[in-house]
């Protein structure tokens, strides 16, 4: 309740300050990019990791869980990210897309399908060699993301990563992934990419993060902007292995006339947070988020989403779903903003959990923060167990009670997964919840 | 807006009085000096001639307030309070102990006249038996001055005195009970409260008793630049049952007003009690100048099985109002309910709402809150409800609905839901809207006028909640909500 005194620097805080003094001068953008991760180093200096007394992180404290910082990786040569590649297994191997690939944190160029996105109207770069060439634009972020200490984290150390642009009117006949795998060695990453969309462009980007070991310290930042009546879908898939700390930002910024969906599986490592900060920037646009999460084993996984409806007209809809089993942690925080003047603004929010053992843990925080009049907001939230009468009735029909349970289970997460709307996504995270609850002991 | 400032002109000329309950009564005080050191606190006590743990407690509560700081995390501007500009005892000089109301200051005796306090002395003297009998403990500023109805109280064995009375006649009681379901070092505005709390009203109903009348405290407000420090305890042994009711106004003045009430409820096996409240402290001019700042800190504990804590409010008033009146459902099956009406006009700002800490096996709770915000107002509610890890059960309804008038209001929703029990079933809901235009068409098709249309409609926002208040406050909570948004449409 009451303000504490900013405590001792922890190991892990002490290892971050040294790692940005030896890794200063090495870091990509010029003068004005510099003066960003200065900015950003000394806000972290003055407040240091976020913990359970940042309102925003009071579920997630990442003070506590980082007990020290490995080393940020350096580039591998291109043979051995392919062997990282390789090992790390792939989420949409039957599906033709188009892949990009970043090992922890840089991207292989050689590696991806840098020329197929050419023919289609997609420029990529390294982000290392966009914010030299462009600078500290790159770097810009919605209001609502700046002050978070994780988004902070990222702008001082990132390094590499994607910047990834769709041409005007461009229409991508099949999907791009961006795989992001991390290696068998600890290490941090911070990298970031930036999608953006041009107007009346269409496409569905799938990320997928996986890899790590025990150790690895993943702070990656996803920054979209969506063009004026840009028609985007972008799919999160996160399994990566189960000892790893991973933050996931997502920022996306619409246009007017933009539609995006922006997707969020989390199921892998040991304590993910995933955060989107979405701000509506043009009249009229429609912003579907979506998340699944599923966590067992001590795991800890976080949900966490800023809705700033800063513009009137727009739509927003919610729909986050989580099933927590032994001993693990869940958490959703989501908050929809209504700024003064946003009016005829239609936000609605649906948080659910589904309890699946009697030490699961969840909480919820959905934040309504309404500054217009002429709206309409709501969110509803619900936490409890799988219903005993559904289960007799299924069983009273010969199913037995492991598959049963499987099949509430699904039919609990189906509302999110339908909303997808998109076939391949919806095979790809269908399979992966059969696998998650095929492994139930 | 110009069409706010248009209607609040408009309404401060309707309404001469302007705030009904803005008068002060002259009657002189007996002051310990502003300011807040341990000599005050030792004033205060022997003042009241206190029992020696008494004042360590408090010395012990003030101690641990000088080591705290201001909690900052609730949705609430204000200057900077300065603790020692305060005056932390004011006592009415002429009223060392009242026999009877012949020996009550007349003056005082014509405040509540305008206040319309139902003391039904009169019809006590008469004779006659009123049907619906409330007993009154009035505290006019710091020092309860009138207490009647206490014999037939005595008959039921009830207690209901003075905390300060029953610090005398009932020391082991208090001792009991006092701090325990707030706790000294519960928070900033508790610890204060701990350390200066003046007076407040004390009640026993022993086991198995029903009681046999409303009771009710009107608080008022009156010495300038006195800080209110309320200490409520209220106690149902098992079986027992009661009904509180508290209702304030306060007078106008130019500086802010410190109140900062502890209230404590226990309920032991199978007892149930219901706690409720219209507020209407002065809310500060258009400018939001001059409201009392309302930092309260309630709490209910449901220690006994099958017990039953039930918290009404109606919150009108206030510049600043900081309240989360809780339920601690620690007894098996016992239950928790939550009604609220937090109505905010002009620069009000209200940061209410509710805590239900599921502990206990079985154990339910209820929360229905209906916030209306005008004006320049904001309006926050925050919650939290928790299942702890052997509440097996436990079950929470949470209904938050808010209403907006104007554009330049603001409504907000800020629930904790934390559930540790796999059999815990928790479910939340929360909307936000404006009063349609089709209602207002409908409504003014048939002749209302704006206002009355709105007073309409918002009474039928609130209709879940009015409908728990004893009939006494339903009607003049009505009234007050519609006076309230006077001045919020056209």
């Known amino acids: 309740m009451n303000m504490e005194p900013r405590t001792l620097e922890t190991k892990a805080e002490a290892a971050l300050a040294e790692a940005y003094e030896t890794m200063r001068d090495a870091l990509p953008g010029g003068a004005g990019v510099a003066r960003l991760r200065t900015e950003a180093f000394d806000a972290f200096r003055a407040t240091g990791l976020p913990h359970r007394r940042v309102e925003e992180w009071k579920y997630s404290d990442l003070r506590a869980r980082l007990k020290d910082v490995p080393a940020f990786a350096a580039r591998r040569s291109e043979a051995d990210a392919k062997a990282v590649l390789a090992s790390a297994g792939e989420a949409y191997a039957s599906v033709d897309r188009f892949r990009l690939v970043i090992v922890d944190g840089h991207f292989y160029p050689e590696l991806s399908d840098v020329a197929g996105l050419a023919g289609e109207g997609v420029t990529v770069r390294p982000f290392a060699e966009a914010l030299a060439a462009d600078g500290e634009a790159l770097l810009d972020l919605p209001v609502v993301a700046l002050a978070d200490a994780a988004v902070g984290l990222n702008a001082i150390f990132c390094a590499d990563g994607l910047d990834l642009a769709i041409a005007d009117n461009t229409k991508l006949t099949k999907p791009v992934e961006i795989v992001h795998v991390s290696g068998a060695e600890a290490a941090s990453t911070a990298e970031r990419v930036l999608i953006r969309a041009g107007a009346k462009s269409e496409a569905v980007i799938l990320q997928t993060f996986v890899g790590g070991v025990e150790g690895t310290f993943s702070n990656t930042l996803t920054d979209i902007r969506a063009g004026k009546g840009a028609g985007l879908t972008v799919a999160r898939l996160q399994a990566e292995a189960a000892g790893t700390t991973h933050i996931a930002t997502a920022t996306l910024t619409l246009a007017e006339e933009a539609q995006a969906k922006l997707i969020c599986a989390g199921i892998g490592s040991g304590f993910a947070r995933h955060q989107s900060f979405v701000a509506f920037d043009g009249e009229n646009a429609r912003a579907d988020l979506l998340g699944i999460t599923m966590v067992r084993d001590r795991q800890h996984v976080d949900q966490t989403l800023v809705v700033d409806h800063a513009v009137p007209h727009c739509e927003s809809r919610e729909i986050f779903k989580t099933v927590v089993d032994d001993g693990a942690k869940g958490v959703f925080q989501g908050k929809i903003i209504v700024r003064p003047h946003a009016q005829k603004t239609d936000g609605q929010m649906m948080t659910q959990s589904l309890l699946l053992s009697e030490n699961a843990d969840m909480s919820l925080k959905p934040e309504l923060e309404i500054f217009a009049d002429d709206v309409q907001c709501a969110h509803g939230a619900t936490s409890g167990q799988i219903d005993e009468d559904l289960l007799f009735y299924l069983r009273a029909r010969g199913i037995p009670e492991k598959e049963a349970r499987t099949l509430l289970v699904l039919a609990f997460l189906s509302e999110a997964v339908e909303e997808i709307n998109d076939e391949i996504v919806i095979e790809a995270f269908e399979g992966r919840i059969k696998d998650w609850l095929s492994t139930e002991e | ?490």
């Open chain 2, 1 to 490: 807006m110009p069409a706010v400032q248009e209607t609040i002109d408009r309404v401060r000329s309707i309404d001469v009085d302007q705030y009904k309950y803005g008068f002060s009564t002259d009657i002189e005080s007996d002051k310990a000096p502003k300011g807040l050191n341990e000599d005050i606190i030792r004033f205060i006590s022997a003042k009241k001639n206190e029992p020696e743990w008494m004042l360590e407690w408090r010395l012990d509560a003030y101690k641990r307030w000088l080591t705290m700081t201001e909690p900052t995390w609730a949705r609430v501007e204000y200057p900077k309070i300065d603790f020692n500009d305060i005056y932390y005892y004011s006592a009415p000089k002429s009223t060392p102990g009242p026999k009877s109301l012949d020996e009550v200051d007349p003056e005082l005796l014509a405040t509540y006249a305008k206040l319309g306090i139902p003391l039904q002395e009169q019809e006590i003297l008469a004779g006659v038996e009123p049907k619906n009998r409330v007993a009154v403990d009035a505290v006019f500023d710091s020092v309860s001055v009138v207490t009647t109805f206490k014999e037939e109280l005595k008959k039921a064995g009830v207690i209901f005195c003075s905390i300060s009375e029953a610090l005398q006649e009932h020391p082991e009681l208090v001792k009991k009970y006092i701090g325990s379901v707030v706790p000294v070092t519960d928070n900033y505005y508790a610890t204060l409260n701990s350390a200066v709390f003046t007076d407040g009203s004390f009640v026993y109903i022993p086991e198995g008793v029903r009681c046999p009348m409303e009771l009710s405290t009107y608080f008022r407000i009156n010495e300038q630049n006195t800080g209110q420090f309320e200490r409520t305890l209220i106690i149902a042994e098992k079986g027992a049952y009661v009904s509180y009711l508290e209702g304030c106004t306060a007078p106008q003045r130019d500086e802010n007003q410190l109140h900062a009430a502890v209230v404590e409820l226990i309920a032991l096996d199978d007892a149930e009690i219901k706690y409720s409240t219209v507020q209407n402290w002065y809310p500060g001019d258009s400018e939001g100048k001059g409201g009392i700042y309302n930092f309260v800190t309630k709490r209910g504990d449901c220690r006994g099985k099958n017990s039953k804590i039930s918290w009404t409010q109606v919150e009108t008033g206030s510049a600043i109002t900081w309240k989360y009146p809780s339920c601690i459902l620690r007894g098996d099956n016992s239950r928790g309910e939550f009604y609220s009406i937090a109505v905010s006009n002009g620069r009000q700002q209200i940061d209410s709402g509710t805590k239900m800490m599921h502990l206990g096996k079985n154990t339910s709770s209820r929360i229905i809150s209906k916030g209306i915000s005008a004006g320049k107002s904001q309006n926050t509610y925050r919650g939290l409800v928790s299942a702890h890890r052997k509440a097996s059960n436990a079950r929470n309804f949470t209904q938050c609905d808010s209403l907006l008038i104007g554009q330049d209001c603001g409504a907000h929703t800020v629930p904790y839901i934390d559930s540790k029990n796999a059999t815990a079933v928790f479910e939340h809901e929360a909307t936000t809207s404006k009063i349609s235009d089709d209602q207002m068409f409908y409504c003014q098709q048939r002749g209302l006028s704006d206002e009355e249309a709105v007073a309409l409609i918002v009474n039928g926002f609130v209709k879940d909640v009015i409908q728990q208040l004893p009939m006494e406050f339903a009607v003049e909570a009505q009234k007050l909500i519609s006076i309230s948004l006077e001045g919020s449409v056209g």
